[in-house]
């Protein structure tokens, strides 16, 4: 019974959301959850789809071509090039892109790699393929970066991709391109599909600064997946949209298991993200200066626990992910697996009511560490490093 | 917005927009369609500044009722805050001492409803009109194909005697359309009724390549984006670039 799940486990993320909501004053910097509500903009856009009834009957499969076309115009400003009625699917979030693309380009028993730490939803997802996650290290001492030599060592005749987030959830950093392009040369070297997850890319917080994609190559498309997703960008997590690119040989494929899975995209939501793609410019723009601010806000906080924490400062994203650097701590009394990062999360929301999420959970190369989201509003992250600062002082 | 500051923002930029015409008098070279105006408006303004001609398009899909003027002015949306309407209301005025306004207008229309098409062109008289094929897509706020038929023949209809109608000819419901017209009618695409006829299509590394042929004469085109709609645009923009060489 339940082979298929049994190697499953409910997110981290999710576990620390349900032990942290038994603490009624709880201040959860653990999910990755803009503190923004969608913009007005967006909002209207449905609102007149709802009024000309547009919303009730399913769409083609990859998605109303008017939102597919949009998307296409959107990827050409970013040097991407892709056929808006062969090579781009919208998808129900970007976790379906993901989903049904490692079941369409994998078979059971396949590996892929995931430089890690990084999202932790990778890893069930390939588990429930029947495939399996292989960790590379990304190396901290040089800002989370590629170390390519590692690669070459993880690949075996079972590879079937690499599949990395970039900007990388949870470290905020961004892979250069002399690094993606090397990691390129891998993939044609042995054959292997790229996956480039980049949900984050519109978040950078440095100035003049352009995240670049190995989809922007002609001759990789047939090698490079990626995918995107309205959640993070336009404050929509809860809408359940994104889509994903790649040559017309690969998304083909990739169309059969997305209608499997759900037919298409929520209707509503594909309106909502022709609204982003229409009108939301300024709402990104303003969102990115106030993580900007956040992150400096929360770094500025960090500095002042440097007993506690070292940390990369992140560039990208809304997270930050702190190496806990204090010694002698004991959290043998916890219900939580055996792990300095479990344990250290479970203190700080049983001591000071802040939740955060344990470094494990984004691949073994986090353990150690947590990840703090500063997605929250400034008073949330003044408040959480308050009571944290706190409860250092007097340990 | 209220409906009502609505309506007297939409007139007010109807009207400046009509005096700006009147006095620049750009050639105006409409594109509308349910699908592909967005790369064919793309593939015209690229052709037209290839020759050094001076070419505004809407930015974005500035279209409709308010869209337009502010496509043909260059101005930005306020979209629902009344204070950043500020700047377009101040800036269409300037637009009547602009001394560079461009030759040619290349506007996308949009019709989402009947009698949107009669407003439009209550604003603009195109020269040229590209009309890039009916789907069924906007087809909710029509009762038909055939009302929404109307909507492009009335475009059609609209568009000078002197001008160009370029008609995706590989459209069922194209030759309808063009039955409107008193402007010249060329058709581009596939079928043999083509003027501008898509001879070959093959999928190079940096996108696609084509052959069209026109008047005997055989382009070769490098598109350098992936899609047959691309190449359809392109067989459009080249009509239109001979009928504006030829007055």
Redesign the interface.
């Known amino acids: 019974m339940f082979e298929r799940t049994k190697n499953l486990k409910l997110s981290v993320i999710k576990q620390m959301e349900l032990r942290a909501s038994k603490f009624p004053d709880v201040i959860s910097l653990a999910q990755g959850v803009p503190s923004f509500d969608t913009p ?2 967006i909002k ?1 856009r449905v609102e007149l789809a709802l009024r ?3 919303v009730a009957k399913y769409s083609l499969s990859p998605g109303l ?2 939102l597919r ?2 998307i ?2 959107k990827l ?1 400003e970013e040097n991407m ?7 781009i699917l919208v998808t129900a979030g970007s976790i379906e892109g993901i989903t049904a693309t490692i079941l369409a380009i994998t078979n059971p028993g396949d590996e892929i790699i995931i430089p890690e730490p990084t999202y932790t939803s990778y890893r069930e997802v390939i588990t429930l393929a029947g495939c399996v996650p292989v960790f590379v290290s990304l190396n901290e001492e040089k800002g989370w970066t590629l170390e390519l030599e590692k690669y070459e060592a993880a690949i075996t005749p079972k590879t079937k991709a690499i599949f990395y987030c970039n900007p990388n959830n949870p470290t905020g950093t961004v892979y250069s391109k002399e690094q993606l392009l090397e990691l390129a040369k891998l993939a044609e070297k042995h054959n292997l599909y790229l996956i480039s997850d980049e949900v984050y890319k519109d978040f950078l917080l440095e100035e003049d600064r352009r995240i670049f994609s190995l989809a922007e190559l ?2 990789l ?1 047939k090698r490079v997946i990626r995918l995107f997703s309205f959640s993070k960008s336009y404050a929509m997590t809860g809408w359940r949209i994104g889509y994903l690119h790649s040559d ?1 040989s690969v998304v083909k494929e990739i169309l059969k298991v997305h209608d499997s899975l759900v037919t298409c995209a929520p209707v509503i939501s594909q309106y909502a993200a022709m609204g982003a793609l ?2 939301a410019d300024k709402d990104v723009a303003y969102f990115n200066r106030q993580y900007l601010k956040r992150r400096d806000l929360i770094c500025a906080r960090l500095d002042k626990l440097k007993n506690i924490f070292s940390y990369v400062k992140p560039t990208s994203s809304y997270y930050v992910f702190p190496k806990i650097i204090k010694d002698n701590m004991k959290f043998d009394s916890y219900d939580c697996p055996d792990s300095l990062s479990w344990g250290f999360a479970l203190y700080l929301l049983e001591k000071a009511q802040v939740a955060v999420v344990p470094g494990v959970a984004f691949g073994p190369n986090g353990e150690g560490h947590v990840r703090f989201s500063f997605g929250r509003s400034e008073k949330d992250i003044n408040r959480a490093m308050d009571r944290i600062e706190k409860l250092f002082k007097f340990t | 917005m209220k409906p009502f500051f609505k309506k007297i923002l939409q007139y007010y930029l109807k009207y400046i927009t009509k005096l700006v015409l009147a006095i620049h008098k750009p050639v105006i070279i409409a594109v509308a369609g349910s699908a592909n105006k967005t790369f064919t408006r793309d593939e015209i303004r690229k052709v037209l500044e290839k020759r050094g001609s001076n070419a505004r398009a809407n930015l974005k899909s500035f279209n409709t009722e308010i869209g337009l003027p502010l496509a043909i002015l260059n101005l930005p949306s306020g979209y629902n805050e009344y204070r950043n309407w500020l700047p377009a209301i101040k800036g269409a005025l300037a637009a009547l001492f602009e001394t560079d306004f461009p030759k040619f207008l290349v506007l996308e229309l949009g019709v989402s409803k009947k009698g949107d098409m009669k407003y439009l062109l209550s604003v603009i008289s195109p020269e040229v009109s590209v009309i890039t094929g009916i789907t069924q897509r906007y087809i909710e706020s029509f009762s038909g194909m055939d009302d929404l038929v109307g909507e492009y023949k009335i475009l059609a209809k609209g568009t000078k005697r002197s001008g160009l109608v370029a008609v995706n000819g590989d459209n069922s419901r194209s030759g309808e359309v063009a039955k409107s017209s008193q402007a010249e009618i060329l058709f581009y695409g596939k079928s043999e009724k083509c003027q501008a006829k898509i001879l070959e299509i093959e999928r190079g590394s940096n996108g696609e390549v084509a052959e069209i042929s026109v008047g005997g004469k055989i382009h070769r085109e490098e598109l350098g984006r992936f899609g047959e709609h691309h190449i359809y645009a392109r067989a459009a923009a080249i009509l239109v670039d001979k009928h504006i060489q030829s007055v």
């Open positions: 007005e903009c209207r000309d009834g547009v071509p008017e076309e949009l296409e115009v050409a090039f892709y056929d808006f009625e062969k090579e002609p001759e498309r017309e229409e009108m």
